[in-house]
Nanobody, 120 residues
Framework: QVQLVESGGGLVQPGGSLRLSCAASGNSRTIDTMAWFRQAPGKQRELVAG???????NYVDSVKGRFTISRDNAKNTVYLQMNSLKPEDTAVYYCNAVTDSGTMLRRDYWGQGTQVTVAA
């Protein structure tokens, strides 16, 4: 089992920055990929950014050049640095961790979510 706890959300003005953190505990050494998803009201949850155990990253087009995902394996923590925030970035952001990816034993774990609101 893996437990994920997010922090760092809040209210920020357009153009501002926030850094989200997600700390993993439990059987965190089995984690392969970690990612951030978000869900805005009335919309489906979407992948924002992901990072593999080898630090390969991927981003949704709408955040490229503005958001950066990173992980500190020693602290079992993944971060999402969000710069140049826009009102359309407003959403609940969820941390995701995957174990045994690519196998039938794959499991996805989710954090509780943290609200990010971008407004003047």
């Amino acid at each position: 089992q893996v437990q994920l706890v997010e922090s760092g959300g809040g209210l920020v003005q357009p153009g501002g920055s926030l850094r989200l953190s997600c700390a993993a505990s439990g059987n965190s050494r089995t984690i392969d990929t970690m990612a951030w998803f978000r869900q805005a009201p009335g919309k489906q949850r979407e992948l924002v950014a992901g990072i593999t155990s080898g630090d390969k990253t991927n981003y949704v087009d709408s955040v490229k050049g503005r958001f950066t995902i990173s992980r500190d394996n020693a602290k079992n923590t993944v971060y999402l640095q969000m710069n140049s925030l826009k009102p359309e970035d407003t959403a609940v952001y969820y941390c995701n961790a995957v174990t045994d990816s690519g196998t039938m034993l794959r499991r996805d774990y989710w954090g509780q979510g943290t609200q990010v609101t971008v407004a003047a």
